[in-house]
């Protein structure tokens, strides 16, 4: 999480299903940081659409968005707010840019080196009780909560899932981290990098159309194995289009 600086960010151009938790070793689409199949160090997910979901049929259910937030977020430090968290059956959305999150477990592209606002922990952990790591585990950041809005009132919890549709394509990624309560727009090095969008730290990301759904009361464990995301991430999906 960090406060970015207009200034810098237009230099660089820029449910539970049912009852239960989906656990790690459910099938999903593609390989996660815990399956065998994904071994380099770092490595992002392979794919870049995610699921039986396209991008078209989740953004024609988010057009026209019922505000649940009692005011507007900004996407940066010295923007004005114009971002609503609007509310669905079964999910939450918000429309907004990304900025890019490495905080968490130190790597070759997520350290103090690379990235000029990195710290080395998550407001969630891994079940091994490390931070996340934002080179290779797509998350996606939520603000604090704040009069604005409370996320988790809203049912949204740490390692809820989220489809993010950016550019025609969809990755899942979990809720991993909180930011400042005022700016939202952010997502993890693994997932900006699986959307093709820049992912370096410093100069990456993207300053407008990427749409981030959040459904309630979803929840993967351990909320490190992105191939449980993608898998219930696709069910809720599926769910999603149905009831809306």
Known sequence: MRLRSLTLVAASGAALLAAGVLPAHASGPGPG??????TTPGAPPASVQEGTVSAADLLAKVTSCSQISNGKYRTDEETSATVPVCG???AVFWKADMDIDCDGQRTANCNEDRDPWYQDDTAFHQSDGKPLKAESL??????????????SGAGIKGGGVVAVVYGGKVEYAVVGDTGPTGIIGEASYATAKALGIDPDPATGGVDTGVTYILFKNSKVSPIESHSAAVTLGDQLARQFLQSN
């Open 33 to 38: 940081p815990d399956d065998p199949a994904d």
């Open 88 to 90: 669905k059956n079964g």
């Open 138 to 151: 797509p998350y996606v950041v939520v603000p604090s909560s704040s009069s604005i809005w409370n996320y």
